[in-house]
């Protein structure tokens, strides 16, 4: 069996998943809670995929629910509340999971359940999207440049509006403090310790931020030292109540709206390279990696426990996605 779910299908970033996954010839179980129902059973009958109703309340039921699946990827933010149950659940039925999170918790969460991953001989792959699997590819093809890197400054220049799923989960998972890791260990730092990054036209002010890719980073490169930024173009923050946003922005305004991301590896000598990434949008490339994610997943390319998707597939990765590159300064 070669079966490939999608839990939270009916969400502006998942349908796009669908419509990928779909094109890629994937056998498609599309899942939700049920007050999704009408909108899930509308796209599996035009897809000619199935429709499976769940919520997350009960693990016995989440468990059964998973039955006959090789692959999951929940796409039902915010992670804080999906995330682990649906890992759990997919290690007790023997289903790899994937994710597009961008919260830290469900990376934590990950490392925490690796153990019990292993021994069931299931992968756990958060960031199969998003951030994570950009960022990743960037850091571990700078860091290949240099001799024993030692610290990596990475940052994302974010363009473009908000979806209300994203916001949603950016309101409800602020963290409490900026964090980055010094020797392998999270540490504190300070808030307002802006830098400036060259995306490609010149410096823009970035200031520090605590993603996930402080994990991810240095589960792939192993890098000791580790700080993230985000430059965040005018508007692209929504004002007002999440709940009142639309689905998410356009096609036309993600056309318009490509990603960016620079890094800064110092190696242990002192040399210092920089490298930069240039993408399409973040949605459109989020849709775009997590289904080419499950379908190398879906292909054989597995590795029980926590993983990345730079160190599972390559920091070639996302130049796999759309036409994105990476151009070394």
């Known amino acids: 069996m070669n079966i490939f779910m999608i839990y939270g299908a009916a969400g502006y970033t998942a349908s796009m998943v669908v419509e990928h996954a779909a ?110 699997a950009m960022l990743g590819s960037l850091a571990a093809h700078a860091a290949a440049r240099v001799s024993g890197a030692r610290k990596i400054r990475i940052a994302l220049d974010v363009a473009g509006t908000m979806s209300r799923g994203s916001a949603i989960s950016a309101s409800q998972n602020i963290a409490p403090e900026t964090l980055h890791l010094r020797n392998g260990e999270l540490i504190t730092a300070e808030s307002n310790a802006l830098r400036d990054f060259d995306f490609g036209n010149g410096p823009l002010s970035s200031f520090p931020v605590t993603l996930p890719d402080l994990v991810t980073i240095h589960h792939a490169t192993g890098v000791p030292d580790i700080e993230t930024y985000v430059h965040v173009s005018a508007g692209a923050f929504p004002t007002g109540d999440a709940k009142d946003l639309p689905d998410g922005p356009s096609l036309e305004e993600r056309e318009a709206s490509r990603y960016h991301a620079a890094v800064e ?61 990476i151009v070394d300064l």
């Open 23 to 132: 094109a890629a010839g994937l056998d498609l179980v599309l899942a939700g809670r049920e007050k999704d129902r009408t909108k899930l059973e509308a796209l599996a009958n035009r897809l000619g995929a199935a429709v499976k109703l769940f919520s997350l309340d009960e693990n016995d039921v989440v468990q059964a629910s998973l039955a006959g699946i090789s692959v999951l990827l929940n796409a039902a933010g915010p992670f804080a509340n999906t995330a682990e149950p649906l890992m759990s659940a997919a290690i007790r039925a023997g289903v790899h999971y994937l994710d597009f999170s961008a919260e830290l918790d469900t990376y934590r969460e990950a490392l925490a359940l690796d153990t019990p991953a292993r021994a069931a001989g299931v992968m756990l792959l958060p960031g199969s999207g998003g951030s994570v």
């Open 265 to 325: 590896v110092t190696a242990a000598n002192g040399t210092v390279v920089h490298s930069v990434l240039d993408t399409v949008n973040g949605y459109t490339f989020t849709a775009m990696a997590a289904a080419e994610a499950a379908r190398r997943v879906l292909a054989g390319e597995v590795r029980p426990g926590f993983q990345t998707p730079a160190a599972l597939f390559g920091h070639d990765f996302a130049e796999t996605i759309a036409d994105t590159r």
